[in-house]
């Protein structure tokens, strides 16, 4: 089967919601480089007018996250704008099995790249921190996968709900940012910042050396996504998920 013929079978399982066979069952040699092109094959198929590119997002980036779904490399993954909610509000339908996380997200006002940078060599191209609720939604039976399954189904993306408060990247250590995953009042996950490859500008440096293999960096204006710091919560209609960022504020999501 072609890469195209993948890329397409994934978009078909958002659109009708029917849950795929991982393609690693047909196809067990697949390399995590054929799933980058499924991957890039299937999203710039999605690009519209409307619907532009806006940046990237790590996944698997904290060791809960990596335990939680048995796969434990970094992945990056494309954002369009069509994925960021314009209110805190999901349709539990719209999706196969939804799950939300909580991180932390990077805005840029400068173009960055290059592999293997430091912290010095980032800082300075960004512009704002947000804090972000994820919802995502692999299109694979069970939620299950291997690398490349789910590097070819775009990280699993799907939403995001970003704070409307935007922080200066100086406001405060990000590795000591606290968070409590609640879902209908009842606290279910903690994590911190440091959960996140130490801190979550290292997932920054992660994905601008795995995009530096593709000749890619960040460029002015793109959003980064640094990766869940606690597991994700499946949630289901009637759900009130809510992330305590302590200081800095709360996010809420209804799911409907
Ligand atoms: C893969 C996507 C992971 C994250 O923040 O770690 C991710 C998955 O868990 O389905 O978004
Ligand atoms: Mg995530």
Known sequence: MSLFTYAERI???????????????TN??????????????????????????????????????????????????????????????????????PRVEAEVAFVFN???????????????SVESVYLALEVIDSRYQNFSFTLPDVIADNASSTKIWLS?????PYAL????????????????????????????????????????KEGRGILPGQLVLTGGITDAIAVQAGDVIEADYGQLGKLTLFVK
């Open 11 to 25: 978009a078909n399982a958002q659109a009708t919601k029917e849950p795929i066979e991982k393609i690693t069952i």
């Open 28 to 97: 067990p040699t697949l390399t995590v480089d054929q799933a980058y092109e499924i991957q890039k094959i299937s999203m710039e198929q999605t690009l519209t007018a409307e619907n532009h590119f806006i940046g990237w997002k790590m996944g698997l980036t904290s060791v809960a996250k990596q335990q939680q779904v048995g796969v434990d490399s970094p992945i990056y993954g494309r954002l369009t704008s069509s994925m960021n909610l314009r209110r805190n509000e999901i349709i539990a339908s719209d999706y196969i099995h």
């Open 110 to 124: 400068k173009a960055v790249s290059g592999a293997n940078l430091t912290p010095l060599d980032i800082w300075s």
């Open 164 to 168: 409307a408060q935007a922080f200066s």
């Open 173 to 212: 250590d990000w590795s000591a940012v606290n968070v409590v995953l609640k879902q209908n009042g009842e606290e279910k996950l903690y994590g911190n910042g440091a959960a996140v490859l130490g801190h979550p500008i290292h997932s920054v440096i992660e994905l601008l050396t795995l995009l530096a």
